[in-house]
């Protein structure tokens, strides 16, 4: 070969190289990993966290991929912390697990008798509390990616049926923080605070008298064997409210394009998944429960006039709470319900 067309061979390679590299970084990802603190198989995780990661990988065209972490990075009160720090790219959780008061306004999905349908709760609460109580202002540090709650809240124990509001005194309930810790201390009971995995242990050992919990609690940690009687509520006796997020520095590297697809697939759409998945799992605890013949029973009208008579309260120190900052919490709680199907 001579020199010429030697240097003409260089000359293509290092072209062919050049094009290579560009390609290369023109489809190069970005790769995330989702701290998940709930058992691997629990409904939520198996049927919502995980196909969301799925579809934005699919909805990038493989430009940015999401890890599910088989172990959680941190305690569960910590998560919201770990993403708005960096620490986790993405995590869940409950506001209520975090004790200070930067998440005011997602109270409104913790109320009694909020709704009776995870889907129809969960796509109502994303719609209000992101809407005009305007939520991604009080997730600072990180980018809101969905909002959900629960199937409607119960109160299951293995001491006594509910017959009338005398019945809560001295139950050890445990309560996930935020309204319902209020709610029934208020009702006469002593509520304790510990996170959903711990609940097993310290039932069947007698710490706790009972816990307040959806359907789908039951069959998930095995409660079935230490619970005797279940109170249903129309609406739910309360709810609890969940959050996913981004770290904002991770969402910023993302394009433009790229976070318009993963967008379209979070907020509202992934409000009617994660409800599905609480949807088929309350299913499955109902079934389990009366395989193991618990009591499941209705509230009398006296426990709901006094649980209605504790939430007005709770509803209207709220309302007035963050009034202060220019949101009319009557209003949302109204629009809320309305899109939840609740009539109250």
């Known amino acids: 070969m001579n020199i010429k067309l030697k240097g003409n061979a260089l000359l293509l390679a290092g072209i062919a190289t050049a094009a290579m590299s560009i390609a290369t970084t023109a489809v190069a990802e970005t790769k995330l990993a989702l701290s998940s603190w709930l058992p691997p198989r629990h409904p939520i995780v198996v049927e919502a966290i995980k196909p969301w990661a799925k579809q934005v990988e699919e909805v990038t065209d493989g430009r940015v991929t999401v890890r599910v972490l088989a172990k959680p990075m941190g305690p569960p009160p910590a998560h919201y912390d770990m993403a708005a720090e960096g620490i986790a790219d993405i995590t869940y959780g409950l506001h209520s697990f975090t004790t200070d008061d930067r998440f005011t306004r997602s109270r409104i999905g913790q109320f009694s008798f909020i709704g009776d349908d995870a889907v129809a709760g969960s796509k109502a609460f994303w719609n209000v509390y992101s809407g005009p109580l305007e939520a991604q202002k009080e997730h600072e540090g990180t980018k809101l990616l969905g909002l959900f709650v629960h199937g409607p809240g119960m109160l299951h124990n293995n001491v006594r049926k509910i017959e009338k509001t005398d019945d809560f005194s001295g139950l050890k309930i445990r309560v996930p923080g935020g309204y319902i810790s209020d709610l029934m201390s208020g009702l006469g009971s002593t509520t304790l605070f510990m996170s959903s995995g711990e609940v097993y242990e310290k039932l069947s050992r007698g710490v706790i008298d009972g816990v307040t919990f959806p359907y789908d609690a039951l069959a998930a940690f095995k409660l079935t ?77 006296e426990v709901v006039d006094a649980i209605k008579s504790q939430a007005a309260d709770a509803e209207t120190a709220w309302s007035e709470a963050i009034s202060a900052d220019g949101y009319d919490g009557t209003a949302a709680l109204e629009e809320m319900r309305k899109q939840a199907g609740v009539d109250f």
Request: charged letters at 25%; aromatic letters at 10%.
């Open 225 to 301: 064997e230490d619970v005797k009687y279940t109170m249903k509520v129309p609406g739910g006796i309360y709810n609890t409210t969940w959050f996913m997020v981004m770290n904002e520095d991770k969402w910023n590297e993302i394009s433009e394009e790229d976070q318009a697809a993963i967008e379209a697939i979070s907020g509202e759409a992934f409000a009617a998944l994660v409800g599905e998945a609480w949807v088929g799992a309350d299913e499955k605890g109902s079934a389990a429960a009366e395989k193991a013949g618990i009591e499941i029973y209705e509230a009398p009208a």
